[in-house]
């Protein structure tokens, strides 16, 4: 067989190896794209943080100096985070999809970008918290029994490590939700968008209303019961790795413009 011919039956496989290889290297910009205004993934959350957890100490030092000594004072402003990086991964996929797709990027590289992203700012947040178990701690409640973060159904059989395993786990679950809305918007009309939010009520209503009818939920506390947070954020996980799975099915027929 002449080199030519062996040419011509090994090129088009070079080339595939090529594409590929060329696709993957781009994962790394797509990274750094969702960080092109560092502001929006950095700075605000870390205001919203800092500034949730402030407040909730100065309620519980105010009732505190009212009440006296008291029960332990839990708040849920550790949620306030979580809330804020779930939005902003709405708006930030909403906003760098079009420029994603102008710079030629493939979808599949644009959602595995967004997900490292969003995974690298999960756990920053899970790091912190962590730090915030232990600060609490350290200081009783901030000398109020005053606790934001180490919460007894967070950090009950895995301490700060995994209390803030579990709170990575949940706030990145949390920012590839709001991910799949801002992507389905650019998938379906508005309208349809509506159906499937309300489709979604509904199937969650109906299993509750199933649960409660055939009297399961003993068997769901039983079982939330002998959860860790090790397990628990696994279990987080699993979910969120499926709802990518479902983004970049979304994702793969979205178009640019809304």
Known sequence: MSSVAVQSMTAPESTGQEAARSSFARVPSAFKLQFTVPSQMIWVPLIVFFGAWAVAIGIGLWVRHLAGEGAEI???ASQATIWCLAFIAAYSASHTFPFSMALS???RVFVLGA???FAAVSAGFGTLFAIAILLERATDGFWAQTYTFDIPAVTQNAGALGGGILAGAVCLGA???GFFWSILYRRVS???LWVIALALVALLAVTVMVVTQNQWWPHVWDWLA???SYSFAGWVLLLTLG?????YLVIRRATASA
């Open 74 to 76: 839990y708040t849920g």
């Open 105 to 107: 990027y493939s979808r």
């Open 115 to 117: 997900f490292l992203a």
């Open 175 to 177: 920012m590839m939700f």
């Open 190 to 192: 508005l309208v349809m």
């Open 226 to 228: 002998v959860q860790s």
């Open 243 to 247: 709802l990518t799975a479902v983004n």
